[in-house]
């Protein structure tokens, strides 16, 4: 049950993209890895990978992903226009969600669209962490802030961009570290598609386009 790959890559348009936040867990033989997917799904399109973490870009580079420059997500800059930016599991790391989306607009050529990914927090996944884990209630340390779906729409349209799809989604790949996520991940592998969807889903998926 690993849907949020797909549907991202179902909803990328154009010739020249821009990956943000491309190395994620640089997992270069996993499936889940979405910055190898949209190279494999796009071989004839222009990919440009942004990553923050220096060794990172040059471990990519290394590893033979040549078109991939560091930069802050934030401040993003670049001299042509993208017919479509991805970002998965990004926003929601940054301390000011706000100015990502406003150089988005910036990168984007007029209409362009920008795919973003980030986590649910009422699916069970989440509810169950916090839960269990409480006051220690995101998954993941590096997570400065949490949307909803109405959160990142009235974002989105503060910041003049139209939302043109949202949906649910589900991301539990058996790869992952550690024991209790892949037990958990098991589970939702076995039994998920018995749950309602919005139970089933830990990710939220929005595309977004510039005026």
């Known amino acids: 049950m690993t849907d949020r790959v797909e549907r991202i890559l179902e909803n990328v348009t154009g010739r020249r993209i821009l990956h943000v936040g491309c190395a994620g867990s640089l997992q270069t033989e996993s499936d889940s890895w979405l910055h190898g997917r949209l190279m494999l799904r796009f071989p004839e399109s222009e990919i440009v990978g942004l990553e923050l973490d220096g060794e990172l870009v040059e471990r990519m580079r290394a590893l033979g992903y040549e078109n991939?420059?560091?930069?802050?997500?934030?401040?993003?800059?670049?001299?042509?226009?993208?017919?479509?930016i991805v970002a998965g599991?990004?926003?929601?790391?940054?301390?000011?969600?706000?100015?990502?989306?406003?150089?988005?607009?910036?990168?984007?050529?007029?209409?362009?669209?920008l795919v973003v990914t980030t986590p649910y927090i009422f699916g069970l996944f989440h509810f169950a962490h916090a839960l269990l884990r409480f006051p220690k209630t995101s998954p993941n340390p590096e997570h400065s802030c949490w949307f909803c779906p109405s959160?990142?729409?009235?974002?989105?349209?503060?910041?003049?961009?139209?939302?043109?799809?949202?949906e649910l989604a589900a991301s539990y790949p058996?790869?992952?570290?550690?024991c209790r996520i892949y037990l958990f991940s098991l589970f939702m592998h076995s039994l998920g598609r018995l749950l309602p969807k919005r139970l089933r889903s830990n990710r939220m998926l929005f595309v977004l386009s510039a005026p």
Not at 69 to 79: H, L, P, R, Y
Not at 153 to 164: F, M
Not at 174 to 178: E, K
Request: glycine residues 10%; negative net charge.
């Open 68 to 84: 991939v420059v560091q930069g802050n997500a934030e401040s993003m800059s670049f001299e042509r226009d993208f017919d479509c």
């Open 174 to 178: 058996l790869d992952m570290p550690g």
């Open 89 to 113: 599991e990004v926003i929601e790391h940054l301390s000011n969600p706000g100015q990502f989306l406003q150089a988005s607009i910036r990168a984007l050529k007029p209409g362009g669209r």
């Open 151 to 166: 959160t990142l729409s009235e974002l989105a349209h503060r910041e003049g961009l139209k939302v043109e799809r949202f």
